[in-house]
């Protein structure tokens, strides 16, 4: 069946970096788009970065452009999202997603990400 | 302030019908296909609806989804206790060129 699990997340300090690793398994994963999502505890759903199925168009939220890079690898049947210069805004769990059909489905159990000294 | 209005909370007792509305404008749900996500306490989001109104295999026609305009809403009839969840909305905003969620709803069924 169609699986995504997160890796990678953990404590790091103000200004610190964290890579975050999807593996992806289940469906032909080079033939979709993947983003990156996030929740802060309490809070809702905020969209984080999109990237092509060939990984040649990217997006990002305004609140993380120029801090953090989506990439992926196809062969590996992997998404990677490296997140640098982080700030406490960015504690949240970090989902992974595979975009079907202008919806999201089906998501990953998340990883989570705080940032604190 | 999220880009796309839902109400924060909604509730309805058992077997009744709730309705939850999402609220945008032109440049996201005007011209844009809308989804809904459920979100069970402790759990990751599952998508519910896609396309406006297209449930995926699994959902149950008790969920149903429309459009008109720049806002959409989430129809859950046959209210069960399982059922409450969080709610959001979301689509893609071709103004920001960044995909837009609603603050998100929760739902009580009392």
């Known amino acids: 069946q169609v699986q995504l699990v997160e890796s990678g997340g953990g404590l790091v300090k103000p200004g610190g970096s964290l890579r975050l690793s999807c593996a992806a398994s289940g469906f032909t994963f080079s033939d979709y788009y993947m983003s990156w999502i996030r929740q802060a505890p309490g809070k809702g759903l905020e969209w984080v970065s999109y990237?092509?199925?060939?990984?040649?168009?990217?997006y990002y939220a305004d609140s993380v452009k120029g801090r953090f890079t989506i990439s992926r690898d196809n062969a590996k049947n992997s998404l990677y999202l490296q997140l640098s210069s982080l700030r406490a805004e960015d504690t949240a769990v970090y989902y992974c997603a595979r975009e079907t059909a202008y919806s999201y489905g089906p998501w990953g159990e998340g990883t989570l990400v705080t940032v604190s000294s | 302030q999220s880009v796309l209005t839902q109400p924060p909370s909604v509730s309805a007792a058992p077997g009744q019908k709730v309705t939850i509305s999402c609220s945008g404008s032109?440049?996201?749900?005007?011209?844009?296909?809308v989804s809904w996500y459920q979100q069970l306490p402790g759990t990751a989001p599952k998508l519910l609806i896609y396309e406006n109104n297209k449930r995926p295999s699994g959902i149950p026609d008790r969920f149903s989804g429309s459009k008109s305009g720049t806002s959409a809403t989430l129809d859950i009839t046959g209210l069960q206790t399982g059922d409450e969840a969080d709610y959001y909305c979301g689509t893609w905003d071709s103004s920001l060129s960044a995909w837009v969620f609603g603050g998100g709803t929760n739902l009580t069924v009392l």
């Open positions: 990237i092509s199925s060939s990984g040649t168009t990217v």
């Open positions: 032109s440049s996201n749900i005007g011209n844009n296909y």
